[in-house]
C-alpha cells in the first residue's frame, strides 16, 4: 500500500517537473528567440500612442486674478488607409464641425495613408462631440488649451506655451516642469477585429502647481499703456518699464514695448516676444553716475560739498573732448551734489579721476553690474562690465556717466532699491512671496544711502528731473539721456531714460522708465521718460492709497496737492481764519484734515474731492460746513 502510494507521487511530481520544463521552455523562446517578432506584431496593434498632460496649472498675478488659464478643446485624427469610405467620412466630419471645411479636410489627407490631424484643440459643443465620435474611422481627443485672457498684459512674463502644451517661453518655460503636472501614456490599439480602443496608463508624476506672480495686474496695465502713449508720441522704436518693490524685491509690473499677444504667438516678432528689460543689456548713461558719486562718498574721495572745476563744458581726455549732455551748458565750479543734480559729465569724470578706476570698479560690483541678478526670466543677461583691473582715462570717463558699460533694467532696479532701502540689497524676484524667509543684507551704510537720497531729491527739486515730480510726495530720482549704441557700431540717436522713487512713504518701491529712440521734438529723459515715470508713480501710490496718511503730517508738507487728474489742484494753503483746499484729497485725507483744522465737513460722492463749498481761501466761521464734491480720479 505504502509502495503504491510513493509511486503515485512520484508520477505526478513527474508530470508537474514535465509541465514546468516545457513552461519554462516556452518562456525562454519567447524572451530569447520571439522577442523581436512579438514586440514588431505588438507594435503592429497600436496606432497612436502620446503623451498627455490633460490639465496645466493656472497663473495668477500677485490678488489672485488670472494670467494664464486653460480652456476645453478638441483634437481630431484619422488614419486615412483605415478608412472604408474616406470622402464619405470626411463630409460628416465637416457637417458636424462646420469650421472645418471638406475642401479643407480633402486636403490633408491626400496622399497620406498614416496617422493624420485633421483639426487641433479646436472648441466643440457636447452636440458636436457625440456626432464626430459616430463617425467610424475618426477619433477625437480631449486637449485642454492655454489661454491668456488679458492679452498683451504682461505676456514677455508669462511666455508661451506650444501646440502641445510645452512652455517655450518666459514663465511657461521655466517653469513648465510644474506647470504642466501629471502626464499620461494614451495608446490606441485593435483589437482582434481591427476595431480601435484607447487605453490610458496611471498618472507617472506629480500634479500640477499653479504659479503666483508678484505682478500687479492693475499696475502692469496701467503701466503698459503709459509706456505705448510716450513712444508714440516721441515717434520711438520701443521702450521699457519696471517697478520694484525696494523691501521685498517683488517686481509689480514690467514689461517692454512693442508687445504681443500670446494667444497668437507666431504673429509676432522675436524682439516683440522678450522682456528686453531683462535680457537685452543697454548704456544707462547718466543713471549710472549715482554710483560713481556713492563710490567717492564710500571711500572718502569727496563730500556733497567737495568742488570741481567742470572745464566750462569741455574736457580733453586721451585726445578726445568730454562735454556735457547739453552742449550749452558751460558749468565752472560744481560741488558733488551739483555734479549730480544737474548732470554733468565732466564733473562726474573728473570726480571717478579722483576715485579711480579700482575702486569704482568694486563698487559697481557690489551693486550687482556685470552678474545676473537670478530673477526668474529664462536668458537674463548679466550686462557688459570690462573685466580689466584698470583701464585708460578715456573709458573711466565714460563708464562714470554710464558709457562703455551696459546694464539691464533689472539690475538698475535692484541697484537702486538698496538707496531706497536704506542701504539694503534683496534680489529681485518675480514670484510672490519669492523672498520670503530671504532678509536683505547691508549693502552700503544707512547714512550712505540717505545722503544719496537727499541729493537725487535735489536733482528732481532743483536740478534735471522736474517732469517727474508728484505733488504732495518728494520724489528721489535721476534722469539718463544716453547716447545710443547703433546696430552697425557707434552713436546714433538716444535713449531717454529715469529712475527713481518717492521718498515720503512708508513702502518704498523703485520704477524706471526708458525711451529707445525718440525721434520727435525732444529726447531727453526728463521731457521723454520723467512723465512716464511719473504717471506709473503716481497711479501706484493713489492705489496703494498713500494719499490718505499725508493729511496727517506736519504743515510744511502740505503746500501742494495732485491727483491721477490730468488738471491738478491748486496751492494747498493751511490757515486757521481760512478754508483749506481739499481739491483731490481722498474721504480720509479730507477728514484728517478737517479734524486737524478742527473744521466740519458735508461728503458728498464717492473718490476725490472735485469741488468744494466754501472754495479754498475764504474766510472761516466757527461751525460753518464744508461740502465736499467726490468724484473719482480719472488719468
Request: glycine fraction near 8%.
Amino acid at each position: 500500500m505504502e509502495k503504491s502510494i510513493k509511486n503515485k507521487i512520484i508520477f505526478l511530481f513527474g508530470i508537474f517537473l514535465f509541465a514546468f520544463v516545457l513552461i519554462l521552455g516556452k518562456a525562454l523562446k519567447v524572451q530569447l528567440f520571439d522577442r523581436a517578432e512579438l514586440i514588431e506584431r505588438s507594435k503592429s496593434q497600436v496606432f497612436r500612442e502620446i503623451t498627455v498632460y490633460p490639465k496645466r496649472g493656472n497663473i495668477y498675478d500677485r490678488d489672485g486674478n488670472p494670467l494664464a488659464i486653460n480652456i476645453q478643446t478638441y483634437s481630431i485624427f484619422t488614419i486615412p488607409k483605415n478608412l472604408k469610405n474616406l470622402k464619405s467620412s470626411l463630409k460628416k466630419l465637416a457637417r458636424a464641425v462646420p469650421s472645418i471645411t471638406y475642401r479643407e479636410l480633402l486636403k490633408k489627407t491626400k496622399g497620406r495613408d498614416r496617422y493624420t490631424w485633421l483639426a487641433r484643440k479646436v472648441q466643440l459643443t457636447r452636440e458636436q462631440v457625440k456626432q464626430v465620435k459616430e463617425i467610424k474611422g475618426i477619433y477625437i481627443d480631449s486637449v485642454p488649451k492655454r489661454l491668456y485672457p488679458n492679452h498683451e498684459v504682461a505676456s514677455q512674463v508669462l511666455g508661451f506655451v506650444g501646440i502641445d502644451n510645452v512652455g517655450l517661453a518666459g514663465m511657461e518655460y521655466l517653469f513648465d516642469k510644474e506647470l504642466r503636472g501629471k502626464p499620461k501614456v494614451v495608446k490606441y490599439v485593435k483589437d482582434a477585429k481591427g476595431r480601435p480602443i484607447k487605453f490610458e496608463s496611471q498618472d507617472l508624476g506629480p500634479s500640477a502647481k499653479d504659479i503666483h506672480l508678484s505682478i500687479d495686474k492693475e499696475l502692469q496695465a496701467a503701466a503698459e499703456k503709459f509706456l505705448k502713449e510716450a513712444i508714440e508720441e516721441h515717434d520711438a522704436d520701443g521702450g521699457g518699464f519696471g517697478v520694484m518693490d525696494s523691501m521685498t524685491g517683488e517686481i509689480l509690473a514690467v514689461g517692454n514695448y512693442p508687445t504681443f499677444d500670446p494667444n497668437i504667438w507666431r504673429n509676432a516678432s522675436g524682439k516683440a516676444r522678450k522682456l528686453s528689460f531683462a535680457t537685452d543689456p543697454f548704456e544707462p548713461g547718466s543713471t549710472f553716475k549715482t554710483f560713481t558719486v556713492v563710490s567717492a562718498f564710500e571711500n572718502k574721495i569727496a563730500t556733497a560739498d567737495t568742488s570741481f572745476y567742470c572745464e566750462r563744458g569741455r574736457l580733453k581726455v586721451d585726445g578726445h573732448i568730454i562735454s556735457e549732455a547739453e552742449s550749452k551748458k558751460d558749468y565752472e565750479w560744481l560741488t558733488v551734489e551739483e555734479i549730480l543734480k544737474y548732470s554733468s559729465n565732466i564733473g562726474t569724470t573728473k570726480l571717478a579721476f579722483d576715485l579711480t578706476f579700482p575702486k569704482l570698479k568694486k563698487t559697481i560690483h557690489k551693486f550687482g553690474f556685470g552678474e545676473k541678478t537670478g530673477v526668474e526670466v529664462p536668458g537674463e543677461s548679466r550686462g557688459i562690465l570690462t573685466d580689466k583691473e584698470n583701464v585708460p582715462p578715456l573709458s573711466l570717463s565714460n563708464i562714470s556717466f554710464g558709457q562703455g558699460v551696459a546694464t539691464t533694467g533689472v539690475q538698475m532696479l535692484a541697484a537702486y532699491s538698496v538707496i531706497a532701502n536704506k542701504g539694503l540689497y534683496i534680489k529681485p524676484t518675480l514670484i510672490k512671496d519669492g523672498n520670503a524667509g530671504i532678509k536683505p543684507r547691508p549693502l552700503i551704510t544707512k547714512e550712505l544711502a540717505q545722503e544719496a537720497e537727499r541729493i537725487l531729491i535735489e536733482a528732481v527739486e532743483n536740478g534735471t528731473g522736474s517732469r517727474a515730480k508728484v505733488p504732495m510726495f518728494t520724489i528721489a530720482g535721476k534722469t539718463s539721456t544716453a547716447q545710443r549704441v547703433a546696430p552697425e557700431g557707434g552713436y546714433r540717436g538716444y535713449v531717454s531714460g529715469f529712475i527713481g522713487f518717492p521718498a515720503n512713504v512708508k513702502r518704498p518701491f523703485v520704477v524706471y522708465a526708458y525711451v529707445d529712440n525718440p525721434k520727435g521734438r525732444y529726447y531727453y529723459g526728463n521731457l521723454v521718460a520723467g512723465p512716464v515715470f511719473r504717471k506709473i508713480t503716481e497711479y501706484l501710490l493713489f492705489k496703494n492709497k498713500d494719499f490718505s496718511n499725508l493729511a496727517l503730517e506736519d504743515d510744511h508738507n502740505i503746500n501742494k496737492m495732485d491727483t491721477v487728474k490730468v488738471k491738478h489742484s491748486s496751492t494747498r494753503v493751511v490757515s486757521r481764519d481760512h478754508v483749506p483746499n481739499f481739491i483731490g484729497l481722498d474721504k480720509r485725507s479730507s477728514m484728517n484734515l478737517a479734524q486737524k483744522m478742527k473744521l466740519k465737513v458735508i461728503h458728498k460722492g464717492i473718490g476725490v474731492v472735485s469741488k468744494q463749498f466754501p472754495s479754498e481761501g475764504s474766510e472761516y466761521e466757527e461751525g460753518q460746513p464744508i461740502t465736499l464734491h467726490y468724484n473719482p480720479p480719472s488719468l
